[in-house]
């Protein structure tokens, strides 16, 4: 069953709106060429809440999440910038930094970042955890053109690529949101609880377009022993 999907992602390059509830993407190798586009269901969006959940073993620089415009290729970017232990959300090319985290590898990571293009508040969420409120950027509204790339990193609106910026390992739970999400809605999401979707991005109504080796899997990342044992009598 794997295979097949595999082997239809890769033979059409494109999917419609799919329920990817309990699914996650799976970026098996470092390329400049694999990812997945993802098209939103609104565009003109004067304040961002991006919600995800990412599993890797990379230590290097990595792209978490890229949207582009034509005239700014970071409009909207975050980025695990490996060297120096921090991540980075970009807004219009400016950025804030967030030091400190438990950036561990192979086990999921929760983050969520929102802005706020009226006050030019940027803040980051890392698993269940608010932090520090940063000023980046007020300006107008992020572009009505975005091209909203997964496992890599968009120097132009839509391409050039980097394989040392590409993203290894998968990825669950993509939403994103017009507004800044309230603290309980995120500590929902974070909890995996009952949260309102995405209305810019829905995990659970998602278009988008596959390009090169990426699969679609299912989440479990283990096996609960004792329902199996208890199954067997």
């Known amino acids: 069953m794997k295979f097949l999907v595999f082997l239809m992602m890769l033979v059409s390059n494109a999917a419609g709106l799919l329920d990817l509830s309990g699914k996650m993407f799976t970026f098996p190798e470092e390329t400049n060429t ?19 959940r990412s599993f890797t073993d990379l230590k290097r620089d990595h792209s978490l999440f890229s949207l582009a415009s034509p005239t700014d290729n970071n409009e909207f970017l975050v980025f695990m910038q490996w060297g120096v232990q921090e ?6 090319n400016l950025r804030v930094e967030y030091r400190g985290l438990d950036y561990a590898p192979n086990k999921w990571n929760s ?3 929102t802005w706020d293009s009226s006050s ?15 000023y ?12 909203i790339i997964l496992g890599q990193e968009q120097d132009t609106h839509g391409g050039a690529f980097a394989a040392d910026q590409s993203f290894v390992g998968m990825m669950a739970d993509v939403h994103m949101w017009n507004y800044v999400l309230s603290a309980c809605e995120i500590q929902k999401y974070m909890k995996e609880q009952n949260f309102t979707p995405g209305n810019v991005l829905n995990w659970a109504a998602l278009e988008f377009q596959s390009t090169g080796r990426v699969l679609i899997e299912n989440k479990e990342m283990s096996c609960d022993l004792d329902k ?6």
Not at 136 to 147: E, H
Not at 228 to 233: E, R
């Open 120 to 134: 030019g508040l940027v803040q980051l969420w890392f698993n269940g955890q608010p932090l520090m409120k940063r």
């Open 228 to 233: 199996v044992f208890m199954n067997g009598l």
């Open 111 to 113: 983050i969520c970042t």
């Open 87 to 92: 991540i980075q959300p970009h807004v219009r």
């Open 136 to 147: 980046i950027a007020n300006t107008s509204p992020l572009t009505n053109k975005p091209s």
């Open 34 to 52: 694999a990812h997945m586009k993802l098209i939103p269901a609104l565009v003109n969006l004067q304040a961002v809440t991006v919600c995800h």
